[in-house]
Every structure is written in C-alpha cells, then in structure tokens.
C-alpha cells in the first residue's frame, strides 16, 4: 500500500497537479485575505482567520475536485488499473492509499497558511490577541472536510472512465454535502425536519468545529462520512468484476 | 500442476463469455491459448490472474484457488494484460522499483537492475515510458510481468502490434524466461504458437475446441496429403488426373500444379515416372504441410 501512496505522490508532484493546486489556493485566499478591499483582514479590523476558513471549503470544492478526478477513472480508461489489481494489493488498500495521497495534498496546501496565522498573531492589538483555539479548531474542521470532499472526489471516478465527468460530478456532490443541505432546510416544506436536514450538510459540523470546540459527535461525522464515500468507491471500483 | 481450471465459467449478462472450460497446465510448459477474437481467451486470463470473479468454476494457480487466496494467486503470477498498459509519464527505472515495492521485494534495486539487464532496457532506463517505442515498451510490460520471479507467466497477445524484428526479440525473451516456468501465452498468430509452444489449447465461443502437443495436433490434421509440383514444359489437367492417387489438381501459376492425394500415398515417385514418360521435366517438388493456421480456421470456422 505504502508504495502505491508514494507513487500516487511522485505522480502529482511530476505532472504539476500538485504545485498547480497548492499555488492557486495560496493565491486566491491571499487575494481575499489580504488585496482584495472587501474582503481583507488589514481593512476588516479583526485580528482573526474567518476569510480562510469562510474561504477554503469553496475554493476546495474545484481544486480538491481536480486533484480526485483522475485517479479512477484514468487507470481505467489507460488499462493500468488491470494491472494494478493483479498485483498483490487488495481493491481497499488501493482505494485508501489514494484517498491518503489526496489528503495529504490537501493537508500541504493548508501548512503554507500557518504564515498566515503568525502574521496576524503578530499584527493583533495586543499582540497575541487571536482566538488560537477556534483557529485550530478551524484548521481540523478544513482537513476533515477536506479528507469528506477527497472521499467525494474519488468516488465520482470510480464511476466514469471520463475525467470531466468525474470532476463536475465530484463538484456537485461536494457543494450538494457542504451547502444545499443547509440551503433546503430553510424551504418551508421541510420545516418539520429542517434540523435533521442541517445536520445532514458538512457545513453545520464545519461551523461547529471552527467555534474552537472538538465535539466527538461532529469528528464521528467526518469520519463516518468519508468511511461512507471510500465505501462506496471500494464497490464501484470492482464493479462488474 | 501450476494452472488448473475445473467447469471455468463466465457470463456476462445472457452471453456466455468463457463456457465450463476445463484444462490444467503442468510447470514448465509452455502453452498458447488460441482462439479468435472475442472467443473468450482474454476473459479466461483475467480469471486466471484474479481480475474477474468467475461465475461458476475453480480457477487454481500453484495450487492456490483464485477465489479463495488471491494474494498468494497474484504472487505467483507475472501478468502482462492486452494491450500492455503502463504509466506513460512515469519514468521506466521508477515504474520497475514502484512495481517491486509492490510485490514487497527485499532487494529492490538489484531486482529492478537485474530485469533491465535481461530484457535489454538498459539504454532506455532513464527515460520516460511514454517517449518509448512499442518494442521497449513491449520490454518494460515483460519486465514488470518477470521482476519478482514468478513461477507462472501469463502473457496476453504479448507480440500484437510489434513490427517483425521486435516480434523476434519479444519471443526470444519469452522462451528464454520459459526455460524454467510455466508460460501460457495468447496469441491469434498461428506462427507464434508453432515458434514457441509445446501444448496448444484452441477456443472458441467461450469453449475449447483443441487441447494437445503442438506437433500431435499437426499430424492429426493432416488427412491429406499436398504435393506442389513446378513442370518445365506445360502440363495438361486431365493428363495429371491420370496419376493413380491424384483426388485433386489446382493450377498454381505457370506450369505450377497443386496435386491432392489421400495420407499414406507417396506421390512424388509417381509424379516423376509420369514426367518422365511424357518427356517432362520436374523443376520443383516438395510436399506441402498442413499448418496449425488451416487447422486454427478448420476448427473455428462455424463451430
């Protein structure tokens, strides 16, 4: 399995995806953090993080997307996953050493932003004047909702040979699970259960989880919800076998 | 035994792909597995190699049941699928030591060095497999069938799409890595079969239609019995029709004749006394065998 992580690493470092997607999230949430005159935190007054955190889980939607789309539905469309399959390695640890691979991106994406975090511990008034543990919350909250989207991602390219499928399905499931359900909630129709509907979406755990409290119940969420999605890759990727 | 298949069977949908197919292979065989297109071939190696769940039936490899120890299965094997898929952007050393570290090879480099060494990849190791050519390409799909030692080698159609001179090396790697293992190779190149194999299995429709020694199964084909005959001077038809033995007589070009007889006849004495007594002269003769291509078509023609 370990070989398969690293090689599954060596390959996004050597087609670019890797840099591409680490550069891109640094430069769209330093353009909102700290550029952009809406949004940044120098104008804003505050000496706290809420633009990366309100920021990521968006942004994260395409590019975790991105980084996802190829490893299913590539290898079989090229025939390697054929020969993947009968070496010995079982169908689970193929799936979870790429699920792995992802998060681990996900996870290099997010350390570049603890510069971030020291600028504005420097910069508070006094100085030191952040909330550090919603700050940490919200950066366990990211990658377990990242490690959610990873699941999502490779999930939809265990169904499709075809990568964009597999990217724009992966987009909708990830907006679906991080948003809509919230959005739902609020039709008049569901009033009866517009609590369970909330709770359903990613973003009611994501939100808990910044607040700074790590709640058992939302961490069994997370994870529940990833066991799921990887689940469900595992069966769609020896279908028909 | 290294393979045995017991009632191997494989349904997809209402189609029957491979049909309650039953053979077994000793160690140090090598087999071809013939069979037109879609005769189900690919489906029996992907069976083989624990790739497909059989329907019904036991596939075994060194003893190991596919479906029950398929680790144990993949260990044995090497497999080299249609095709020859590889990571085309990874580099042709990196793709062998990735492959080692799947097989959990102690002595990763010196097994990757050793199979460049063997299958002549030396030259190209540093470069990526997709700048390769087909042949160096066929190579490094070997190679990675071959790393860890296996004691059965299953190559599906490992010489389609090469051009004649890579075709050569590809078998004479093959047979030189066959000395010692169990080889079943697909192929539909009648040639190929007659190069390399000891034992040929036919199938088709998902059924085997053939199971013997590659020479056993020439000869009991061989009902009749083909001379090619080139005259000097012309020859006429009904003339030759007149040599006791003579079923059958095609003309084959100029002076050229294709004369049939049933086995057991020797036609060549008879040809020459005829020549000779109407003052001809035999440029050329020579007895024609039947090929496994004619018996390949015979038995799969509308079976």
Redesign the interface.
Known sequence: MIPLFIKEIRSFLSSLIAIIVIVVFLLAIGLFMWIFPDSNTLDYGYSNMDILFNMAPWIFIFLISAITMRSFSEEKRMGTFESLVTKPISDLQIVFAKYLAGLVLVLFSLIPTLIYYYTIYQLGAPKGNIDTGATWGSYIGLLLLGSCYVSIGLFSSSITENQIVAFILSMFLCFFCFSAFEQISKLSIFSPIDYLLEWAGINYHYQSISRGVLDTRDVVYFLSFTTLFLGFTFKMSRKGK | MSIEVFELTKIYGEQKAVDTINFSIKSGEIVGFLGPNGAGKSTTM?ML?????PTSGIAKVCGYDSSIDP?EV??N?G?L???N??????YVK?YLL??A????LKTKSSAVADIIGKTGLSPEQNKKIGALSKGYRQRVGLA?AMLHNPKVLILDEPTSGLDPNQINDIRKLITEFGKDRTVMLSTHIMQEVEAMCDRVIIINKGKIVADDATDTLQKRFKSSLILNVEFKNAVNSEDLKTISGVDMVTENGKNRWKLSAAKGTDLRELVFKFAVNSGNVILEQNEEEQRLEEIFQHLTKNG
Not at chain 2, 85 to 90: A, R, S, V
């Open positions: 992907k190699t624990c790739f497909l769940q680790m993949k260990n094997i497999y699928p249609e095709h898929p590889l990571y085309l952007d990874m990196e990735f492959v570290g799947i097989y959990g990675q």
